[in-house]
């Protein structure tokens, strides 16, 4: 019972509880979002692999050019009205697609566009939220807020694409992608019901923070500079489920949105156990940790693509989810608790540049590799890519831990 209540520390916390409740909401309508419009996307395009790579890789190119900008904007203003007005227009966006689909003039480049002004607002949001975080809960509930965040985001991605696979059955895609704009006032009323004078703000910086100070601190830390490494690659090979599972369910199993919702569902699942799991983490992982769980990772996705049956594939995706949030958990923890708060902005920002940014790239691979040789080759050849690499990193010296953890007390 100890064990139990200590996994949900952060929710003592007034500020992060509200964050949490909004954040639950606005996530799990954004996957019945992403789940609507990739199944658009493929009626559209008469099952183009390509075209969905199109898609994922305009929602996620903003990513390469202004997230580091972001990591800036984060250091140098309040982080809680970014959020604010980052929520706001999204909402106003997905509002203006879900319209245009109803009113049965979309088009395929509608869509790209629509992802590609989305993707804009998310690279100042992502690294925002992220450095966000410490503030709301300090440094010594910044592990346990961490891995319930990624408890949230993996809920919502169990129950967005199920109930998304349900609803575009019965309602259309026009409505999903409707409701997924309503429910971002749920993450700004969170927002807005904050007590600023609860957070926990850094020092004021003595000077305009540049990006160029944050790259520089970074390369002075071989510890940051590992699980970096290895984000971009699993990032670049690995993650990209959001273009190979619709295509999995639609043309290897010839199933319909629900089984596509399923699958989803299964890889979610995995993940909000590996999210639970680490909500009782208190210490900055070790580099065998990450190392650990990236090499389960690349493992087990290179047999999902090798799964005979829908149930099959399911299983191993579970297992590959559970492997992917341990790994992205380990990493995301080894990098904040490592940082300097006064750089800790520009620090996950470029954390969110390499993790998300590899996307574009990736969805491209991957749409060429499905067109040509199927999604299972993808999901096979994305985990041996990264299980190599991954052995790679074993190969190198071993890096001394610093002497002691950085002082998480200032954020």
Request: aromatic letters at 8%; proline letters at 5%; a positive charge.
């Amino acid at each position: 019972m100890h064990t139990l209540k200590r996994a949900f520390d952060s929710l003592s916390v007034r500020n992060f509880r509200l964050f949490f409740l909004g954040q639950l909401l606005s996530v799990t309508c954004t996957w019945m979002m992403v789940i609507a419009q990739d199944w658009l996307v493929l009626e559209l395009s008469g099952n183009s692999g390509t075209a969905l790579g199109v898609v994922t890789a305009l929602q996620f190119a903003p990513v390469l050019l202004l997230t580091l900008y972001g990591g800036r904007l984060a250091d140098r203003h309040d982080k809680r009205r970014i959020l604010i007005l980052a929520n706001l227009v999204s909402g106003a966006l997905s509002f203006l697609l879900g319209a245009w689909i109803l009113l049965g003039e979309v088009r395929l480049w509608h869509i790209w566009l629509f992802a590609l002004a989305l993707g804009t607002v998310g690279a100042v949001e992502v690294p925002t939220r992220i450095a966000f975080t410490g503030e709301m809960v300090g440094g010594d509930l910044l592990p346990n807020a961490s891995a319930l965040s990624g408890a949230y985001f993996n809920a919502a991605r169990v129950a967005g694409p199920a109930a998304a696979g349900l609803l575009i059955a019965r309602l259309g895609v026009g409505p999903v992608v409707l409701i997924n704009a309503c429910s971002y006032l749920g993450a700004v009323a969170g927002l807005a019901l904050m007590r600023p004078s609860e957070l926990h703000g850094p020092p004021a910086p003595a000077s305009d923070p540049r990006i160029t100070d944050g790259l520089r601190y970074v390369a002075r830390r071989p510890d940051l500079v590992l699980p970096l490494a290895l984000t971009g690659v699993l990032g670049l090979a690995g993650f990209n489920f959001q273009l190979t599972l619709p295509l999995l369910a639609k043309t290897e199993f010839r199933t319909g949105s629900a089984a596509f919702g399923l699958l989803s569902s299964s890889l979610a699942a995995g993940s909000l156990l590996a999210a639970f799991a680490t909500t009782a983490r208190r210490t900055r992982p070790t580099a065998a940790v990450v190392t650990g769980s990236a090499l389960a990772f690349g493992a087990t996705e290179a047999l999902t693509g090798l799964a005979p049956t829908l149930p099959t594939a399911c299983l191993l995706l579970s297992l590959t989810g559970f492997a992917m949030m341990y790994f992205a958990q380990a990493a995301n923890h080894r990098i904040q608790l490592g940082s300097d708060p006064a750089y800790r902005g520009r620090v996950m920002g470029l954390f969110t540049l390499i993790f998300m940014g590899t996307t574009p790239l990736g969805a491209l691979l991957t749409g060429w590799l499905s067109d040509h040789w199927g999604p299972r080759w993808s999901l096979s050849t994305g985990g041996l890519i990264s299980l190599t690499a991954t052995a790679l990193t074993l190969a190198l010296p071993l890096t001394p831990e610093p002497d002691r953890e950085l002082d998480n007390s200032r954020t």
